[in-house]
């Protein structure tokens, strides 16, 4: 019998990858499924940034580059911190990952220590909760409330501070809430975080989407001593519609940095070399196609938001920041639905339900320590989201 390590067995798949999966194969049956369940944009990779790449391909920049990124992408990040969060860095400072999943993990691996506890405030992003646990840490959910725009509060963070707390894991905008922090509320969570020797891991990969009045923070800015807490992680994915590309970025204090780098050259070495160049350009390069693409997303949240909040049994608030609508959905659970001649007790049952009765594949809250919610982006076409709401409409009609 196959004995894996107790490393895996303990973790669980990721819900989300397994929704688009089965989409791909219900799709592959001729079913016509319409997804909300991806979480990134439908557009095309602006053509500034892929002629770099092939002009890279080209030139033959097809080798190993250093392990922790290649200098010019990481001067145009440095570029991009001192322009965006007013913050300096300078090269040491600055690791260049595949993709900001990995920038995440290897922030984990380099601090955490058996036993150690993350603070996670909850809903919170599918692979957190998986890391910190391969980190050998432990995972203290915070709680966030709807009523409070599932915003975190200095408060909550307070009081989930024990002897063993060693980083806090922000995410702000937030996936899957939509939620961006209030700056004030921020710089108290800094305060607090000085005071107690606590790191703070800072995802934030969500910062180009804000809407309306909502404005993007990072904890970093509240001056020298919390910027010395802090790995700010960012990457091309979510801004530049470069998913498939894999660039995520880190900056914070040297020696973290350094840990990191020494992990990460043991286990990929460097980034994709022309996705990095790629990315210099997507950092420098002309920065219209993300107001485009977010003017766009801004649309299609308000009809999405909207049409959900007209849907019986749906309570969907307007989200700040990402792309996810999420809405409540309490009041459908024993209210007679069934599938299989079971009633729908729960947010993954009504996800099953609305994908064998309807065809839309939706993301259960409970994948994102939520029950009683259901995730849906609207990452995709207007046409698609316009058909979807509409099968939404007749399935709880
Ligand atoms: C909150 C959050 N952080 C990080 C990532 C990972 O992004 P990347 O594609 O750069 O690995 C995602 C992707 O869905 C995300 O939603």
């Given at each position: 019998m196959i004995q894996l390590s107790d490393r895996v067995k303990n973790i669980c798949p990721s819900q989300t990858l397994a929704i688009t999966s089965q989409v791909l194969k219900m799709r592959a049956e001729g079913k016509k499924i319409i997804s909300f369940g991806a979480g990134e944009p439908d557009f095309d990779t602006p053509t500034n940034i892929r002629e770099e790449a092939i002009k890279a391909i080209k030139s033959g920049f097809t080798h190993y580059t250093t392990d922790s990124g290649i200098p010019e992408l990481k001067n145009a990040v440095i570029d991009k911190l001192k322009r965006d969060q007013g913050l300096s860095y300078h090269a040491k400072q600055i690791l260049i990952s595949n993709g900001a999943k990995h920038s995440l993990y290897n922030a984990l691996m380099a601090l955490c220590n058996p036993g150690d506890e993350v603070l996670l405030p909850t809903p919170c992003w599918v692979s957190y909760t998986e890391q910190i646990k391969l980190a050998q840490a432990k995972p203290v959910f915070i709680e966030t409330k709807q009523e409070n725009q599932f915003e975190l509060t200095a408060e909550l963070v307070q009081k989930s501070i024990t002897d063993r707390t060693k980083i806090l894991l922000l995410n702000t905008p937030n996936n899957p809430t939509g939620a961006v922090y209030n700056p004030e509320e921020l710089k108290k969570i800094a305060e607090i975080l000085v005071k107690k020797d606590i790191y703070c891991i800072s995802d934030e990969i969500y910062e180009k989407l804000v809407y309306d009045d909502a404005e993007h923070v990072s904890i970093a800015s509240f001056g020298p001593e919390i910027k010395e807490k802090v790995i700010l992680i960012n990457g091309m994915s979510k801004s530049y519609a470069m998913t498939g590309w894999r660039i995520?970025?880190?900056?914070?204090?040297?020696?973290?940095?350094?840990?990191?780098?020494?992990?990460?050259?043991?286990?990929?070495?460097?980034?994709?070399?022309?996705?990095?160049?790629?990315?210099?350009?997507?950092?420098?390069?002309?920065?219209?196609?993300?107001?485009?693409?977010?003017?766009?997303?801004?649309?299609?949240?308000?009809?999405?938001?909207?049409?959900?909040?007209?849907?019986?049994?749906?309570?969907?608030?307007?989200?700040?920041?990402?792309?996810?609508?999420?809405?409540?959905?309490?009041?459908?659970?024993?209210?007679?639905?069934?599938?299989?001649?079971?009633?729908?007790?729960?947010?993954?049952?009504?996800?099953?339900?609305?994908?064998?009765?309807?065809?839309?594949?939706?993301?259960?809250g409970v994948a994102f320590e939520a029950e009683g919610y259901l995730r849906l982006s609207y990452a995709t076409s207007m046409p698609q989201i316009e058909e979807g709401m509409k099968r939404l409409e007749k399935l709880f009609q």
């Amino acid at each position: 019998m196959i004995q894996l390590s107790d490393r895996v067995k303990n973790i669980c798949p990721s819900q989300t990858l397994a929704i688009t999966s089965q989409v791909l194969k219900m799709r592959a049956e001729g079913k016509k499924i319409i997804s909300f369940g991806a979480g990134e944009p439908d557009f095309d990779t602006p053509t500034n940034i892929r002629e770099e790449a092939i002009k890279a391909i080209k030139s033959g920049f097809t080798h190993y580059t250093t392990d922790s990124g290649i200098p010019e992408l990481k001067n145009a990040v440095i570029d991009k911190l001192k322009r965006d969060q007013g913050l300096s860095y300078h090269a040491k400072q600055i690791l260049i990952s595949n993709g900001a999943k990995h920038s995440l993990y290897n922030a984990l691996m380099a601090l955490c220590n058996p036993g150690d506890e993350v603070l996670l405030p909850t809903p919170c992003w599918v692979s957190y909760t998986e890391q910190i646990k391969l980190a050998q840490a432990k995972p203290v959910f915070i709680e966030t409330k709807q009523e409070n725009q599932f915003e975190l509060t200095a408060e909550l963070v307070q009081k989930s501070i024990t002897d063993r707390t060693k980083i806090l894991l922000l995410n702000t905008p937030n996936n899957p809430t939509g939620a961006v922090y209030n700056p004030e509320e921020l710089k108290k969570i800094a305060e607090i975080l000085v005071k107690k020797d606590i790191y703070c891991i800072s995802d934030e990969i969500y910062e180009k989407l804000v809407y309306d009045d909502a404005e993007h923070v990072s904890i970093a800015s509240f001056g020298p001593e919390i910027k010395e807490k802090v790995i700010l992680i960012n990457g091309m994915s979510k801004s530049y519609a470069m998913t498939g590309w894999r660039i995520g970025y880190t900056a914070g204090p040297e020696e973290i940095i350094f840990g990191m780098s020494k992990l990460q050259g043991h286990c990929t070495s460097n980034a994709n070399s022309i996705a990095q160049k790629a990315s210099v350009e997507g950092l420098e390069g002309n920065q219209d196609s993300i107001e485009s693409m977010r003017t766009e997303f801004d649309r299609r949240r308000r009809f999405m938001v909207q049409a959900l909040s007209q849907i019986k049994g749906f309570q969907c608030d307007m989200p700040k920041g990402a792309f996810y609508a999420f809405p409540n959905i309490t009041q459908l659970f024993n209210s007679g639905l069934t599938l299989n001649k079971k009633e729908i007790k729960s947010s993954l049952e009504l996800a099953d339900f609305i994908l064998s009765k309807a065809e839309v594949a939706v993301v259960p809250g409970v994948a994102f320590e939520a029950e009683g919610y259901l995730r849906l982006s609207y990452a995709t076409s207007m046409p698609q989201i316009e058909e979807g709401m509409k099968r939404l409409e007749k399935l709880f009609q």
